[in-house]
């Protein structure tokens, strides 16, 4: 079983966001073939088109995560669509004024499944107190909690010209051991191993048994540690965590790339040099995540 933890959903809300914050208002099919990309459509019509590109991966299930604050409606939608397929995660930005709100409708009414901070792209720190009130909300309605820390390059910004004016200190992982600390019962995900901060992501990790690291991307940041490799990684990962709280990702986007098969291939050969066990690899590749996902 092959499962995703970590996709996101390039709606067309999402490059309407973009082109507003480029202050053109251009319409969302020129700024797409501006980037060489394909028309998202109706979040119906990207739901099925990320449904046949499972199918041609042997995908069973992928986590989507509405990519842009405010966008839930376009993520519930395509969960609604294959709800068999789909697990929706949501962006969400805790200096809005309506943030725990709409967390608490988007987990209670829309069918979302985890709440995913950007504290370097939002400038909030996780001590704050609107960070707890967004925790509290997904906790109340049985959600996990994805937070992004580290190194944070978001490639369409970039090659929109945009500026991506983030403070990369309030993305630490031992900032998520305080919050995991405080709900015990919700489980918090660090994707890419913490990106950059694997050492600190595993002291969080050890520290508190309801953190969860993914391992979606290139995983280039591991370039800014001399002679670190993916290897070294994953098994200083399975060293602290196990395989039962590592979650397979690939953060795959946009279409016409689609799916990311050489992540999930060169993490495969990863896994095989290391000699991991087949059950192992059942639970990071589709195991662990069915479990928090059921």
Known sequence: ????????????????????????????????????????????????????????????????????????????????????????????????????ARAGVAVREQGLRCACLFPAMHHTPLDDERVRQVVEAAAAGGAAVFVHCGVLSVGVRRKLGLPSPFDLRLGDPLGVARLAGAFPQVPFIVPHFGAGLLREALMAAEACPNIYLDTSSSNNWV?????????????????????????????????????????????????????????DRDQIFGGTFDRLFA
């Open 1 to 100: 079983m092959l499962n995703d933890a970590h996709c996101h959903f390039f709606s067309n809300r999402f490059f309407t966001a973009l082109s507003q914050q480029r202050g053109r208002g251009e319409p969302v099919a020129a700024l797409c073939a501006e980037l060489g990309w394909a028309d998202p459509g109706e979040p119906d019509a990207l739901a099925d088109r990320w449904a046949q590109e499972l199918d041609a991966h042997g995908v069973n299930r992928a986590a989507l995560i509405a990519s842009v604050p405010g966008d839930e409606a376009s993520v519930a939608a395509a969960v609604a669509r294959h709800p068999k397929r789909f697990v929706g995660f949501f962006m969400v930005n805790p200096a809005a004024p309506d943030a725990a």
């Open 223 to 279: 370039r800014h540690t001399p002679g670190l490799t993916l290897d070294a990684v994953f098994g200083a990962a399975l060293a602290v965590v196990g395989p039962a709280r590592i979650l397979f990702g690939t953060d795959s986007s946009f279409f016409p790339r689609g799916w990311q098969r050489g992540v999930h291939e060169e993490q495969q050969a990863v896994l095989e040099r290391l000699n991991v066990s087949a059950s």
